[in-house]
């Protein structure tokens, strides 16, 4: 028995065999069809016409995940462990709306169960593991998080301030409602998407305007400069084989020409 | 009396003791919920059902700033000085609109109140001293910022000079009735926000207003370029107590924990 | 004949020689000129004046184009190898059109004809053989197509949640009618594009708008950020004939015309 | 009188006198506020009222710009030399307008004049010689200039690509009524302008659309890339304080912390 889960726990969470090469790639393939079923099954028309082909086909998915997600909880070796990481939760979140659909009947059950459904979507998340370059992009954020903040936090108290300006210089006739209106066509304008729901019409509030598009337009410079910045600090950092180790103290981050180990003074060789 | 200005001074311009962390935590709680309340104050639904309370609310922030006003002012060991930096300004500024709407009353004192009220949001501002990673961006746009004005300035020649050649080809008849509200859709065409509430119908426009697209969508590159560099160069800069220099060969670049110059192996100084 | 073939193949393929470029030159603008007639022939009125003159041009310009594709082959020395190239494809595609609209005659044979017409713009593709430069960035994409790739999934995550999202807050009366449609709108908000066909009604929608619009905003730092260190790095790679190595301290990186290795004092190889 | 006109010589055309600078602030001065007085007067509620004064002041600066150009050709050593280049050009182009307005009288006088006269907002890029910064910018773009223009040459290709396939998905019916219309439409998708005059209506469409908008939102990242790195290999450059000199072949640009000349073999001091 033990040999069955050791065989298992192989195939459903490691990538270095043929057979859990081909789980993956099934299992991908599978998230991939079920996310397409619940899109179909939004628009009007597909809905009338293959309504109840995509109702059984979406069973029959989560029945697969949720024997596979048994399967996990079966063969990992701490299943609390899995169970509370973030693709556990992850896992449990993606079989759920369908099984809560039964309990919740009703005279509007229809469409309740499609808004519930529609929440598997975040299974898509699933797929994220799958990728191993997303570390590099990922450390490179994290090591920035502090200036983003800072950033973010700058563009939330212009937006609070274009706003406030733009409900006192157009008010509600021209579409500004309010203030929480204008801070949304602050950050339509400063993000330069510019849907044009709600503009400015007049002279005052087309300056105004004005000076937020330029600088919404000169600030997006900031986190591009960011991210490029410790992109391209990562790129210097020394590689792994070019390193020549300290036969001394086994220091092995040394720069290119140096003649001593900085920390223990011992010759390196050439 | 002494050891009171100086606890509270601690207290209260101080962040590194328990008390002072609390003080500047419930303070930006505080200015939180003020800007919060000025903005559904606006919203027509809110200010019909909760007016009052939001009314008194405001009375209660701004008793409650001005108390820590007049703290700040007292426990400050230059208060004239203080009174005139950046923060005392707006500290007074956040405060004022509030006492203006009881001097200044009338028969449309209902709207020059919450006009006067929505000028609080600059209360917003203050929040920015708390941070102090933004110094480094800081000092990355003071180092650009002949670039960052030469830039500015070509943008600004371009939008006059792709608004006049708009302004001639278009004419009133499609929306471009003047010179400024050309330059206004060619800042929002530049800019690449495009709202869509003057867009060109003729063959002459469309072809103008796809070179302006085009150049704003290739300029963008050089306020990026500039605080990138800027931001690049900074992180190449040597940190003050990283600066070591090596007493016999002179070399000053040494990692931060490095015992030895690595260059000709003499010992290096703490 | 073996001689004239060889001449003919300096011209067609070669460049280094006066016949050749002029070859090229005249090529490409013929090229141009058959697209825009194109062109010229999808305007309604200019058809209705000069369908007769265009579809005679867009013949010649046919003709044209297939006896140089005769000759190319003729000339070439592996015919074969030349026909399954990409340059190959694309000669055969940008002739193929016109000589379908014969075969194909009936009823809505003058729409059809258009139709197949309009697809030998992508003759203009040729157009990029002629460029050398193109190499650089070329290689610096190449190398970061898995960071890239990577950004793009992240995307594709981002719009399908956000769309869902949207389609559950807004619904079919606001015009997020299906979940693609509201992925589409995903798209053009997250891309910046905003054409505003579609826009959020309710304070839940644009809320969950400015979210996306915000995400847009700060993650387009990331493609920049990863083709800039790509680009940055190849300017730092040292070229070929820089990389000379000391024969006595083994230092790898001398500027490009030292004679004496600025470490060591040695005497360095041309 | 040779020394009148060198006076005014270095009045005209030095900045290293206190009469040159002050000259210059003037001549911007009046610069900009001609360029106003265009800008107004094309407004129609401003030219109902202040027309007339508008009209003198327009005159007057356009005598003022005279003198100071035939001062120009008067005090320069090569006058023929001056007024055949860039800035000598564009100040004959900007008096001009308005004294055409005068040889061509008619029933349409009135907007004719306006329109030349908007011609004069080129005065404009006067001010740009008045900036020295701009040298810098301008080398980095110069010598990214190969890679900008295949860039451009793509976004080109891609804009007649995406245009052609829209007018074939869509059709004259959703608004696509030509190629051109098409290729109008591509170019305010792929820069992210989106004015939403022309949107895709079909699903075939819009899915295009997302191509096209996901397309450009990637290759943003391309030009930026360009320059930056152009920015930085600038900044990297070593600064004139910092080179030392080889005291036996004068060459001054030496790496950090070499020990010998590289070009003659010479110790290098410390």
Redesign the interface.
Known sequence: MTTFREKWRHIIFGVDSPAGRLFDQLLIACILLS?LC???D???AVHRQYGLYLYWLEWLFTLLFTVEYLMRLYVSERPAHYARSFFGVVDILSILPTYLSLVMPGANYLLSIR?LR??R??R??K??AY?G??R??MN??FNAR??????????G?MT??YG?LM??AEG?ANGF?????S??WA???????????I?PQT?LG??L??MA??T???I????????????????RMPSPQAGRQCPQCRKDE????????????A?LE?
Chains 1, 2, 3, 4 share one sequence.
Do not use: W
Request: glycine share 6%.
């Open positions: 996310v619940v899109m179909l939004s628009v009007a808004l529609a929440l979507v975040f898509v998340f797929l994220m990728m370059e997303a590099i992009l490179a954020l502090r200036k983003i903040l800072v950033f973010l936090y700058s563009v108290v609070v301030v406030t409900y006192l509600p409602t309010s203030i929480p209106q801070i949304y950050i339509v304008t400063i993000t330069t998407v510019g849907y044009g729901d503009s002279p087309q300056a305007a004005s598009m330029l919404g337009y000169a997006i410079a900031i986190p591009t400069g960011i991210v490029t910045a410790e992109l391209t600090s990562v790129g040394h720069e290119k020409y140096a003649n001593y180990c900085d920390r223990c003074g010759v050439k």
